[in-house]
């Protein structure tokens, strides 16, 4: 007689897993089999798969078996919110802390029959598996001694991932409207708010060592629906938005689960370095992306990125900003830069960047990249701040030198700790509101334009033209003209479909 099967639970961890597993083409009954659950367990999960996915986005713990649901939700997530912060910070937080801060929450939240007992805060511990939580703070100093004890481990911590599935990851700030006369102005302003933030980016760049693969970046503005966006169902970046334009550790973790799963689909293991700031630190369950922290404050040292491959970009970026005065001086029409201009120049800019120079930012920081023989000669001139040729053009009259220009926001800030008012305003009001628009639109909004597929084909025979007219034009400039006639192909074709035969023949 066969004895009774016991049945078993899965963790919200486990559940992912067996998603994952049978997204990778293995049959259900393999998976059910592999997992100790039936297959109509495995179905039920199947089904719930988006509501899991969404928990894994939000931050929630994945270790427990059971959803926890708060009597009082949004004074739980002021709550985890403030305690995440002050553990960022590495400050100690206790029980009784907790149940006195829960208390003042609640007072402002205006809750009146909440107690902050001891059950309450032991359900609260489970709810969000707070002993399991890792702290990674910044320690006060770091030697020469640190660093160079780092780069001799480097050897072992690369042992069995080839050079192009390993990668690092940092924010960058940009002044993205700065224009060269203004560049003393803001370069003053390192702080995290001031009158010219409304004008500010955060930049999430991610290379690996070799320079083959730039991730797209992440741009983090104020607005969360600029008005420049009206009729872009398609662009260029990775695009977020909260009240300071800062990096958080909700975004962040959203990034590294998107990038994680984009690893998954290429079925590739990568390692990722980054530092340990306070947006850094709520790592989440990733399959496919082993996170390695960086020593603290040794960022200017260790990290590539910081090496000269934020700089190498920022300069792109900048003359692109200078090449766009010269157009509008031509056109006589004032220089105005919004947010969708700043995501094209940041996409070329991101793609001008040379894999020659992300190889010598990598070797600068002790990885071990393999070099081509004419390396050294050409980081010799990417690593300088060369002025295009149009700069003395529009900047006779203004003596700022091109340097100053680029690096005019190097120190400004891409992370920080919320006030309680802000923690408050952000779980009761939603994630960003969409009252942000004010912050970014001071131009006079435009209407979208719109590009009929007539217009579209003959721009493509015209740029199809002037590359045969080119010498030496690459192939890969032809292909990309092929690619967009296909587009156009498909857009033509689906805006038939959406007619009726009958529209024909009125």
Known sequence: MNSKRKLKALTYAEKLKAIEAVKSGLKRKDVAVQFGIHESTLSIILKNKDELLKKQESGESLLCKRRRIAEFPNLEQCLFTWFKQCRNKNISVSGPILKEKAEEFAKSL??????????????????????????????????????????????????????????????????????????????????????????????????????????????????????????????????????????????????????????????????????????????????????????????????????????????????????????????????SIHVLHAMRMVDKAWRNVTSNAVKNCFKACGFPVQMQENIEVEGEEWNKCTPPEEWNKCMSHVEITFEEFVTCDDKLATAGTLTEEEIMSTVVHGAEGDDLDEDLNDEPQVPPTTISISEARKAVNTLRCFAEQCSDTEEDIFTSLFKIENKIDIESVNSLKQKKITDFFM
């Not at 702290?135 to 660093?147: D, F, I, Q, R």
């Open 110 to 335: 205006q809750i009146h029959n909440f107690k902050a007992s001891n059950g309450w805060l032991e359900n609260f511990k489970k709810r969000h598996d707070l002993a399991f939580k890792k702290v990674c703070g910044e320690s006060a100093s770091v030697s020469k001694e640190v660093c160079t004890e780092w780069k001799s481990q480097l050897k072992s911590l690369l042992n069995g991932y080839d050079p192009n599935d390993v990668f690092n990851a940092d924010e960058t700030g940009l002044f993205f409207k700065c224009l060269p006369d203004k560049t003393l102005t803001f370069k003053n302003e390192k702080c995290h708010g001031g009158k010219h933030s409304k004008e500010r980016l955060t930049i999430l760049l991610c290379t690996n060592s070799t320079g083959t693969q730039k991730l797209k970046p992440l741009m983090i503005g104020k607005s969360k629906k600029p008005r420049c966006f009206a009729g872009c169902r398609s662009l260029p970046l990775d695009y977020e938005a909260n009240k300071k334009a800062w990096m958080t550790g909700e975004l962040f973790r959203k990034w590294l689960i998107k990038t994680d799963k984009q690893m998954i689909t290429e079925k590739r293991k990568i390692l990722l370095f980054i530092d340990n700031c306070t947006a850094h630190n709520d790592v989440p369950p990733l399959r496919a992306i082993k996170v390695q922290f960086l020593p603290a404050n040794t960022t200017s040292q260790l990290q590539p990125l910081d090496q000269g491959i934020i700089k190498n970009f920022k300069t792109f970026y900048r003359k692109e900003i200078v090449k766009k005065m010269i157009t509008d001086m031509e056109q006589n029409t004032v220089s």
